[in-house]
Antibody, heavy 119, light 113 residues
Framework: EVQLVESGGGLVQPGGSLRLSCAAS????????MHWVRQAPGKGLVWVSR????????TYADSVKGRFTISRDNAKNTLYLQMNSLRAEDTAVYYC????????????WGRGTLVTVSS | DIVMTQSPGSLALSLGERATINCKSS????????????LAWFQHKPGQPPKLLIY???TRESGVPDRFSGSGSGTDFTLTISSLQPEDVALYYC?????????FGQGTKLEIK
């Protein structure tokens, strides 16, 4: 089955760190650009970051630049998001999504993992 | 950043009625070299991943019922559901993938009256 499955969410204190994972299956993972998108409670979708097929190029939203790091392990078919210096406003469901190319639509999303930043 | 503005914010219609959701971008998302508008529509139901409905503004994703259609170019776009079905109750988002940061509309909540 073609799918993306996120994991690693949870409750973390402000200033803390968390690493999210996104396991891909059923397709050729290293052929796709990958993205992270988040949705805060009661709010809309916000793009967070993207990475190219071999991991050599990354881009971030200004709100997470310098705090979050996107990476991928094509041998393990897994996408990661390392989140440091977490803030209350980072509380959200985090989705991973794939895109067949740069500046291309997101054609498959995971179900998401909830990150809660609170003391 | 390109700002995406959707209207209306919510919509309540009867089964079988036509639903129209509008999306306006603050700048053109039309790439002149290929005449494609870099605009997608997603359906999002609680507890489920967002589902791609339409891309390149008017191309229906495989498996999406033909009652869903997209139109528009440049800065003004429309998602139309020709005959509302119970399973269409959801949030709908437009998104531009023309430039980073990719941006979404604020969403339109579609309900059955």
């Amino acid at each position: 089955e073609v799918q993306l499955v996120e994991s690693g969410g949870g409750l973390v204190q402000p200033g803390g760190s968390l690493r999210l994972s996104c396991a891909a299956s059923g397709f050729i993972f290293n052929s796709y650009w990958m993205h992270w998108v988040r949705q805060a409670p009661g709010k809309g979708l916000v793009w967070v970051s993207r990475i190219n097929t071999d991991g050599s190029s990354t881009t971030y939203a200004d709100s997470v630049k310098g705090r979050f790091t996107i990476s991928r392990d094509n041998a393990k078919n897994t996408l990661y998001l390392q989140m440091n210096s977490l803030r209350a406003e980072d509380t959200a469901v985090y989705y991973c999504a794939r895109a067949p190319d740069l500046y291309w639509y997101f054609d498959l999303w995971g179900r998401g993992t909830l990150v809660t930043v609170s003391s | 950043d390109i700002v995406m503005t959707q209207s209306p914010g919510s919509l309540a219609l009867s089964l079988g009625e036509r639903a129209t959701i509008n999306c306006k971008s603050s700048q053109s998302v039309l790439y002149s070299s290929n005449s494609k508008s870099f605009l997608a529509w997603f359906q999002h139901k609680p507890g489920q991943p967002p589902k791609l409905l339409i891309y390149w503004a008017s191309t229906r994703e495989s498996g999406v019922p033909d009652r869903f259609s997209g139109s528009g170019s440049g800065t003004d776009f429309t998602l139309t559901i020709s005959s509302l079905q119970p399973e269409d109750v959801a949030l709908y988002y437009c998104q531009q993938y023309f430039s980073t940061p990719y941006t979404f509309g604020q969403g339109t909540k579609l309900e059955i009256k």
